[in-house]
């Protein structure tokens, strides 16, 4: 009687599908590519709006899960929800409060506060700063995730980490963290965009390969110019008669009236030269006053080749 396969258990079962849902954004090349995308969006949103120069950079694409209501890294942070109809349950979105004279000086060209200050709570300006910031990237997002879903993101009101937690629910669905960084005036000011990685995960094989680049335009009328602009180009062609050996003391020895015997008749082919490159074999005859060439055949460059290297 032949062996029965063991059946696996509903603990490897359960296993498998979880190593199945694992959502690991370095195993995702395009999700780093749209992130960049969107960073160079975000500049253009931001900086008709911005009064001073900056830079907002895609630092990292990382997975997470909701902050901790009582963490030191969420006090540190201003939230909001971040909503879209594509989203089964809300992401949200994060900035550090020690970024907050980056984006001051970016938006108002004002010089950020002293070092040595000490720390501020974030101002009714500064919040609708932040707000104005997060909501300007976050429209930057839609067209370079089209081929995704339509997001039409929205960014919600300014909130503390608690009632984020509250707003977020029991849910144990990790988040994708678009991080970012707005620099301006030798400050940086960490963004994050964490999108819920249930929307992400059913396109994971798409997110696996990189977009194909692009090809360039190829201007015909530009072609065109430039390959009749080489067929006017003026090069140099010879007729070489023959190609003679002659031993250096005969040349010593000529003199005008001296006659050179070469070893060709009337019928034979001359070679016709374009640039020192042989190109052709004609006949030579006459048209009235002129002499004149037809070609009779052409020249392999293998042959040529051949006959230079062997000896007479």
């Known amino acids: 009687m032949s062996p029965t396969a063991p059946q696996p258990d509903s603990a490897n079962i359960g ?3 979880r190593s199945a849902a694992e959502f690991d954004p370095r195993n995702l090349p395009r999700l780093t590519h749209m992130g960049e995308a969107w ?21 990292e694409v990382d997975t997470d899960f909701a902050p901790e209501a009582e963490s030191a890294d969420a006090a540190a942070s201003l939230f909001a929800l971040l909503s879209s109809p594509r989203f089964r349950t809300p992401g949200y979105v994060a900035a550090k409060r020690s970024g907050l004279d980056a984006l001051i000086a970016a938006f108002f060209a004002a010089e950020p506060s002293n070092a040595g200050d000490v720390p501020r709570g974030p101002t009714d300006l500064d919040r ?11 429209e930057a997002a839609g067209p370079v995730f089209e081929p995704i879903a339509d997001l039409k993101l929205s960014v919600g009101d300014l909130i503390d980490p608690p009632l984020l937690v509250e707003e977020l629910g029991e849910t144990s669905d990790r988040f994708v963290l678009f991080r970012f960084e707005l620099r301006a005036a030798g400050i940086a000011a960490p963004l994050a965009f964490a999108f819920p990685a249930s929307f992400l995960a059913p396109h994971r094989r798409f997110l696996r390969k990189l977009p194909e680049a692009p090809q360039r335009d190829r201007d015909e009328s530009w072609s065109e110019a430039i390959k009749a602009s080489f067929a006017q180009s003026d090069l140099r062609l010879e007729a070489v008669l023959a190609k003679k050996k002659v031993p250096l003391r005969t040349i010593a020895g000529f003199k005008v009236g001296d006659t050179i015997p070469l070893a060709i008749g009337a019928d034979s082919l001359i070679a016709v030269a374009c640039e020192n490159r042989p190109l052709f074999r004609a006949r030579m005859g006459r048209s009235r006053d002129t002499y004149v060439l037809r070609i009779e055949e052409r020249i392999d460059p293998a042959e040529e080749f051949i006959d230079d290297i062997l000896p007479d």
Do not use: C, N, Q, Y
């Open 15 to 17: 296993e498998r599908l």
């Open 39 to 59: 960073a160079e969006a975000a500049t253009a949103r931001l900086g008709a709006i911005a009064g001073a120069p900056f830079d907002f950079l895609l630092t």
């Open 128 to 138: 609708g700063v932040v707000k104005l910031a997060l909501a300007a990237a976050s």
